[in-house]
């Protein structure tokens, strides 16, 4: 005998589901219309500086003389394909069988759809949720973006790392090898001055905004978050109450534990070295 689920869970299911998928649309809607608003105005601007540059480039450079017909083939097909990009999408933007899904549609009114959709999500899951436990459930609902949200920063600060890191060992090397190869090193002083200002410069940046530890404490306190979110719907330890709503309660202390905590380290982070000492 089959057990049917009744029909009011269904739909509730149905429109949880529904709301996902729609939020989910949102945000490609909202990273394809950014895509579309820096092209139509990009473009124009970029073509009207290519038209200034090759101005200048005359006026400077071939004034009295003919510009060579590689650049000048070059520099023409490159306006050449501005100006049909630009005519192309300003014609799919204000056409009226346009192909733009959001055409003339602000990306301000996208993330007012975004928002109200993900309120509206939550507010149904709030909704539908036993009332002993509906702030909680609500409140987990919400860890998802919450979590992305830290592991996107994670890998920025990430990224960041890694390239103050690469900058100082070609910083590093090519002061070495500017050295080596100008013996005395006069003629390459003002290369030794600016390389060695780069690496100085970046060399106290990393010490002081600490990218590397940032990113590792993001990224653990998203891992820690996702644990907790895993064992919570697994139902195991440390919540492996019969009763949901201790469950819920013990979940929701110890993620807004986690979230101190990462909020704490951030504030040591930002302090200098002997602040944090006496935090700690």
Known sequence: MTIGVPSN??????????YRRDIADLKQRIKNRRLQVIGL????????????????????????????????????????????????????????????????????????????????????ARRL??????????????????IARLRVESAHYRRLHLFMQWLLFV????????????????????????????VTVVTAASGYFKPRERAFNLQQTADSMEQHITALELGIAPYNYVDDEANMESFATTVERLRAEQRMREQQLDQPQQGQREVI
């Not at 869970?9 to 529904?18: K, N």
């Not at 500017?178 to 600016?194: E, F, M, N, R």
């Open 129 to 146: 949720t036993p009332p002993a436990i509906e702030r909680q459930s609500s409140y987990r609902e919400r860890l998802p973006g919450e």
């Open 41 to 124: 105005y990009g473009t124009p601007i970029l073509l009207v500086s290519s038209v200034s540059v090759g101005v200048i480039g005359k006026v400077y450079f071939w004034l009295h003389s003919d510009v060579p017909s590689a650049i000048t083939n070059i520099f023409g097909g490159f306006l050449a394909f501005c100006v049909l990009a630009t005519v192309v999408q300003f014609f799919a933007e204000f056409s009226v069988d346009t192909p733009w899904e959001d055409a003339k549609t602000s990306l301000k009114s996208l993330r007012l759809d975004l928002e109200l959709a993900e309120e509206r999500r939550i507010l149904e």
């Open 9 to 18: 869970e269904v739909s509730t299911t149905d429109a949880l589901i529904q």
């Open 171 to 198: 910083g590093s090397a090519a002061v070495s090898g500017v050295t080596a190869w100008y013996d005395p090193p006069q003629p390459a002083k003002g290369i030794l001055i600016v390389l060695g200002s780069i």
